[in-house]
C-alpha cells in the first residue's frame, strides 16, 4: 500500500524531534554519541527509561536561534512526510535555563513553524511531576497566546506516579478560561487515568491504550467520541503494550472510536508518520480507506479553526477520490 497519502499529526513532541544532525551539530559530539543519548533503545523497559532520552535535545533548545531552527527543521521534516496540519506539543518552561523568558521560546518556535508552507500549532504542556505554580504560569501563557500560534494545553509526563485524578482543579481553572486541552492518559497508568481525563472534560486523549482494559472507559470513549491520540511505535517501546500484534487501535476503530496515527517523538522513537501508517497496514488489515478516515476523525477533534478544517478535509478527500477513480 502506498503511504504518501496526505496526513495530519496531532500528537508529537517538539524536544522528542529534534534531527540527529543538528544536535550533533550544536553539541560538537558525534551523530553515534548523539543516537545513543537521543534515540530509546530496543531495550527500554518503560517510560520513565524513554525520558531520559530528552535530556540532551533539551539542553541545546535554550536559544532563540536553535529553538527557530529546531521548529523549522520540525515543519520541513512534517512536510516530506505529507503533513497537511499538524499540533506540537511541549513545555514552555523546560526551555528557560538560560535567561529566555517563556514568551520568548514560544515566540522563536512559531517564526520556525512559519517558514513552512504548513499550518503548524503549539500545544503548551505541563507537566504531571512540576509544581501548582508552575503548570499555572503554562496556562496562563497558553491564554496569552491562544490562537495566536497556540491553540491548547496538554498534561504530558510521569502518569504513574502522578495520578490523572489529582489534577482535577487544574482543568476546572481551564474549562473558566475556554482554553482546548488533550490530556495524556492510559499510557502507563490503568484505565482509570482516562476515565479521569473523559470526566474532565477533556475531547482528546494522548495514547489511552489501557482502556482496552476497561468496558466502562470504553463505553464512555464511543459514547462521547473522544479521539484517542495514537503512537503505535512509542507503545511499543515504554511498553504500554507488549507488541504490535496486541496494539488494541484496531478493536477501537472497529468499535467506532475515534482514533489517529501519530508519532510522539520522531527522533527518540525514530520514527515518521509513514513507519507508523506501514507497521499498522502489515499487522492489521486496515485500508486507505481507513487511514483516510482517520485522518478525518484527526481533523475534527483538531484544534484547527473551521478555515482550517475546511481545507484540510477537502484534500483528503481530493486524494480519496483520485484514489477511488485510478483503482
Known sequence: MNMMIPKVELHVHLDGSVRLSTLAELTGLSLEEVQNQAVTSSSCQNLEEYLTRFSLPISVMQTKENLRRIARELGEDLMKDHVLYAEVRFFPLAHTKEGLEPEEVILSILEGFQEVEIPIHLILCMMRNESLE??????????????????????????????????????????????????????????????????????????????????????????????????????????????????????????????????????????????????????????????????????????????????????????????????
Open 134 to 327: 508552575k503548570n499555572v504560569e503554562v496556562i496562563h501563557l497558553a491564554k496569552r497566546f491562544l490562537n495566536k500560534g497556540v491553540v491548547g494545553l496538554d498534561l504530558a509526563g510521569d502518569e504513574e506516579n502522578y495520578e490523572t485524578s489529582l489534577f482535577q482543579d487544574l482543568f476546572h481553572f481551564i474549562h473558566t478560561l475556554n482554553i482546548p486541552f488533550t490530556i495524556h492518559a492510559g499510557e502507563m497508568a490503568s484505565a482509570e487515568s482516562v476515565i479521569s481525563a473523559i470526566q474532565f472534560g477533556t475531547s482528546r486523549i494522548g495514547h489511552g491504550v489501557r482502556s482496552s482494559s476497561s468496558d466502562k472507559a470504553l463505553e464512555l470513549l464511543k459514547e462521547k467520541q473522544i479521539l484517542l491520540e495514537i503512537c503505535p511505535t512509542s507503545n511499543i517501546q515504554t511498553k504500554a503494550v507488549k507488541n504490535i500484534k496486541e496494539h488494541p487501535i484496531w478493536k477501537f476503530y472497529q468499535m467506532g472510536i475515534p482514533v489517529c496515527i501519530n508519532t510522539d517523538n520522531r527522533t527518540v522513537s525514530f520514527t515518521d508518520l509513514e513507519k507508523e501508517y506501514r507497521l499498522l497496514s502489515t499487522h492489521f488489515p486496515f485500508t486507505l480507506e481507513d487511514f483516510c478516515q482517520m485522518n478525518q476523525m484527526a481533523v475534527a477533534s483538531s484544534f484547527a479553526s473551521e478555515e482550517e478544517k475546511r481545507s484540510v478535509n477537502a484534500t483528503l478527500e481530493q486524494y480519496l477520490k483520485q484514489f477511488k477513480e485510478w483503482r
